[in-house]
């Protein structure tokens, strides 16, 4: 008996398969034993290949992938972990941070509230809170808005703002109606279409969604085409739904265009003659429409009709279209002095306007290969391959271009240039200056700062920096001993995370060296600063009504390890030219601390204004700002103040 169950055991064991995971997943941990984080992410991601369907390992491989500082593979991994094994709360918690801080607020916020309405512990109450820190800015954000809005606001902005919120807080019908709105004020804005489109999808507009992406993938910009395309069906649009999307988009001529072409190849020319009718009217230089139509006119007889377009496609530039007209007209063809330059050239572009941006480079390497002392073909290359986010290359390609004797060409191109130069720098100069005379002190005070940055592969930028404050007079500390003035140069060392949100933190040891007296103190600062501005800026194209406002909060160490808060806010009317510019707006400024100082607590408002251009620098402005204000503890005492200040800064 013992014998016919050792047997049976053998088999059983013997027809077990093999766990395809198991080699590569030794290795995997091993490599974490040794803290070899590449070698176990390779070993993790041949364990998924073997086995794709085991959550454990994508649970794993997210946490070495957090070890490396790669948050965004690592939410990806945990999404699918969570997606196998939907009872791993544990999972789903790590996945909703991950997406609140790689930008995806939407997901985080559904995660957290069906977690925390769950009750299970000890994770409801933890989801609860992080429901209420995403919801709470969204619902506040939605409710400003609104409110702008129902006070006269009616801009871009403003509608595709609220309508960003209303759709992360899951209020699709708000969202799809400033969507809507948005687009509509500014309708050249076609990639606004492929976010309507979503948010239509989520409500179950499948049709209007549709409509929107198809308009999208013919008239808008080549990043939102090639978005629209891949969310479109793989088969070729049916001509209800061109017709559908036409409703929607009226003025979209590469869309209109397709759809005339879509019915000539069914046969139905009398359906696709309006079509053609239209486009050939307006925009005038649409030749490919002219011609189309031109020869529908002169197929049925109406050769006078048809002569007035083909004429105007024969004095075109299309060489192609030209020679098409000719052979119809049994004239003779004419010969490209550069064929391959123009047929490249030709082909470029409208793999660009179509969204293929890869087709694009490879018809521009063919063009510029063909006459490589063609600038304008260098600084298509440029604009390419920064669609691409091949920086790097697009670069080399803008250096190229600004070298054009066309001054058309080698601005546009200098200023890309340094634009993406400035942002793939390893290393940054900033400076700022700000004198600024104060009535109420009868004083001028100075403050700037030198600061160099270096970029890494980590989430923040260190650097190092050396800081001015003081006034003319040095009196102010004796009174306020940090109200305006510390009268110290501050050297030190810090370190700076990207801007997310409008949001920026930072951190800073250095010295404090009084000027005046020699005394060296240790400094420590940090802060988070957040700044926003919507509506027509100082530097918007045209004048109207803005609105700005900035929030800081700042440690300093050397005020008794005090924590400062500074909140201003601007709102008022930008007038005149860029060329010279103005501002006229109502300050409202609260400072306050966290140790309830008087000199740290107060509120002022009043009138201001601001100058820029003429003959200042690019970077700089004057102003004046006359403001009433009260201290908020101790003795309530009111004040009156004119400023008069100059700001100037520039990167390097």
């Given at each position: ?16 398969a ?15 034993r040794?803290?070899?984080?590449d ?29 490396t ?36 607020r939407?997901?985080?916020r ?32 939605i ?44 309708p ?25 992406l ?5 008239g ?7 978005t ?11 001509v ?25 190849k ?9 079509e ?23 197929a ?10 083909f ?16 052979a ?62 091949q ?18 060409i ?17 290393f ?30 980590l ?75 919507v ?27 005090d924590?400062l ?15 010279f510019?103005?501002?006229f ?34 970077s ?6 006359a ?15 004119l ?5 100037y800064?520039?990167?390097?």
């Amino acid at each position: 008996m013992r014998a016919v169950i050792l047997f049976a055991a053998c088999g059983l064991a013997w027809a077990q398969a093999p766990d395809p995971a198991y080699e590569p997943l030794s290795r995997a941990y091993e490599a974490l034993r040794s803290q070899d984080y590449d070698a176990a992410i390779a070993s993790f991601l041949k364990a998924i290949e073997a086995s794709p369907q085991r959550a454990s390992i994508r649970k794993d491989l997210g946490y070495t992938y957090l070890k490396t500082g790669e948050n965004e593979r690592a939410r990806d991994q945990f999404r699918d972990a969570m997606g196998m094994d939907a009872a791993d709360t544990q999972v789903a918690m790590e996945y909703a941070f991950l997406a609140y801080e790689t930008k995806q607020r939407q997901q985080a916020r559904r995660i957290f509230d069906r977690i925390r309405k769950s009750g299970e512990a000890p994770f409801a109450a933890t989801a609860e809170q992080a429901f209420q820190n995403v919801d709470g800015p969204l619902a506040a954000g939605i409710a400003r808005w609104t409110k702008a809005i129902e006070m006269g606001a009616d801009d871009f902005s403003v509608h595709f703002d609220l309508a960003t919120l209303a759709e992360e807080r899951d209020e699709m019908e708000l969202s799809a109606a400033h969507y809507e709105k948005a687009w509509r004020l500014q309708p050249e804005r076609r990639y606004v279409l492929v976010d309507l489109a979503r948010v239509w999808q989520a409500l179950g507009r499948t049709e209007d969604a549709r409509a929107a992406l198809l308009a999208a993938s013919r008239g808008g910009g080549p990043r939102a085409a090639e978005t629209a395309r891949e969310l479109l069906p793989e088969r070729y649009p049916y001509v209800s739904e061109f017709r559908r999307a036409l409703e929607l988009d009226p003025s979209n001529a590469d869309l209109r265009r397709d759809l005339g072409f879509l019915l000539l190849k069914m046969d139905r020319e009398e359906e696709a003659e309006p079509e053609f009718q239209k486009l050939a009217a307006t925009p005038p230089d649409d030749l490919l429409s002219a011609t189309q139509l031109g020869f529908l006119l002169n197929a049925r007889g109406e050769t006078d009709a048809a002569k007035l377009l083909f004429d105007r496609v024969l004095a075109g530039k299309d060489l192609d279209l030209a020679n098409r007209v000719r052979a119809v007209l049994r004239l003779p063809q004419v010969a490209a002095s550069q064929p391959a330059a123009v047929d490249a050239k030709e082909m470029a572009e409208r793999s660009f306007k179509a969204g293929y941006m890869k087709d694009a480079v490879k018809y521009l390497l063919m063009a510029h290969d063909s006459d490589p002392a063609d600038c304008a073909v260098a600084l298509r290359l440029g604009w390419t391959y920064n669609i691409l986010h091949q920086d790097s290359e697009a670069i080399q390609w803008f250096d190229l271009a600004r070298a054009s004797s066309d001054p058309r060409i080698s601005k546009e191109a200098a200023t890309a240039y340094r634009n993406l130069r400035a942002a793939d720098a390893s290393f940054h100069v900033t400076v700022w200056l700000f004198p600024l005379f104060s009535s109420r002190w009868s004083d001028t005070f100075g403050y700037g700062q030198i600061k160099a940055d270096f970029a890494t592969h980590l989430p923040v930028r260190p650097y190092v920096s050396v800081r001015l404050i003081g006034d003319t007079r040095g009196a102010i500390g004796a009174v306020f001993p940090v109200y305006l003035s510390e009268s110290s140069v501050i050297p030190g060392i810090g370190v700076k995370t990207a801007v997310w949100r409008y949001a920026m933190a930072w951190a800073e040891a250095g010295l404090a060296i009084r000027y005046l007296t020699g005394h060296v103190l240790s400094d420590y600062r940090a802060g988070v600063t957040w700044s926003r501005g919507v509506g027509h800026l100082m530097g918007a194209e045209s004048a109207g009504w803005f609105a700005e406002s900035n929030l800081d909060a700042v440690f300093v160490s050397r005020f008794g390890n005090d924590t400062l808060v500074y909140g201003q806010a601007r709102n008022g009317y930008t007038v005149g030219p860029k060329a010279f510019r103005a501002q006229f707006y109502w300050n409202s400024n609260l400072t306050f601390d966290q140790k309830r100082q008087a000199w740290a607590s107060f509120f002022e408002m009043g009138p201001g204004l601001k100058l820029a251009g003429a003959l200042l620098p690019k970077s700089a402005f004057i102003a004046f700002n006359a403001v009433q204000g009260r201290y908020l503890v101790g003795p309530r005492t009111a004040f009156t103040d004119l400023r008069v200040g100059l700001w100037y800064a520039f990167t390097h």
